[in-house]
């Protein structure tokens, strides 16, 4: 693979981590590949520091591993993916438990600031800016139930994420799925803890059987680095 485009200036540290996942996530980087710190900071015209920090977090987010040559990528299998969303899953009813139980207290400006987002990205078709805004939509949640433990647990996995959420939003019409956010808030916000949990089971199951089809269809990978 060759890639036409690195960072501009200033190359950024979280800009070459965006991209290095955005590649693995997509499999444009095959699992095994030998991550060269040179060569990724000459093709992205960037110091060995933020090559170095960015392998780091990929290793935490479970995207790379350290073996005796070096770094090389783990990919994200379909087994991945499943574990995240039932990891996920299991956080988010908790958040929302959380929230339900707090609903006199609840600022749901967040929220609802989110769905705007969703609904303007959804028309203008811009898939990037529709995932950052549907994972605020679903932080929104976990700042409702005021559990900093459980907010700081999803901090964590939100940018993988936001990544798997952006390549599936591609070539989709968006605003049926801002509208389904809006049913979620509404039955959230209702109350109703059964119902609740209910909906947003059934909402991250399709989004996650979504992700599992686009990802499945995954080009045969060739050497980038």
Not at 15 to 31: A, F, K, N, P
Request: glycine residues 8%.
């Amino acid at each position: 693979m060759t890639i036409t485009n690195p960072l501009r200036n200033p190359p950024l540290g979280d800009q070459l981590l965006v991209q290095l996942r955005s590649l693995i996530v997509r499999g444009e980087l095959s699992v095994g590949t030998h991550l060269v710190e040179g060569r990724i900071a000459e093709r992205f015209g960037v110091s060995r520091g933020p090559v170095r920090d960015a392998l780091r977090q990929l290793e935490i987010e479970g995207l790379v591993e350290t073996r005796k040559r070096g770094v090389s990528v783990r990919g994200l299998s379909d087994k991945d993916l499943l574990e995240l969303y039932s990891l996920r899953g299991a956080l988010e009813s908790l958040a929302v438990r959380e929230a339900i139980a707090r609903l006199d207290a609840a600022d749901w400006t967040p929220i609802d600031e989110a769905l705007d987002q969703m609904q303007s990205a959804a028309v203008a078709a811009d898939a990037a800016k529709f995932a950052a805004a549907d994972l605020d939509f679903h932080s929104g949640f976990y700042t409702l139930g005021d559990n900093r433990w459980l907010t700081a647990t999803w901090a964590l996995h939100r940018p993988l994420f936001a990544t798997v959420m952006e390549i599936t939003n591609t070539d989709r019409d968006l605003v049926p799925v801002a509208g389904d956010h809006v049913y979620l808030r509404d039955i959230v916000r209702s109350g109703d803890v059964d119902a609740a949990l209910a909906a947003l089971t059934a909402h991250l199951d399709g989004s996650c059987s979504r992700i599992r089809a686009t990802l499945s269809g995954r080009p045969r990978p060739q050497p980038a680095f």
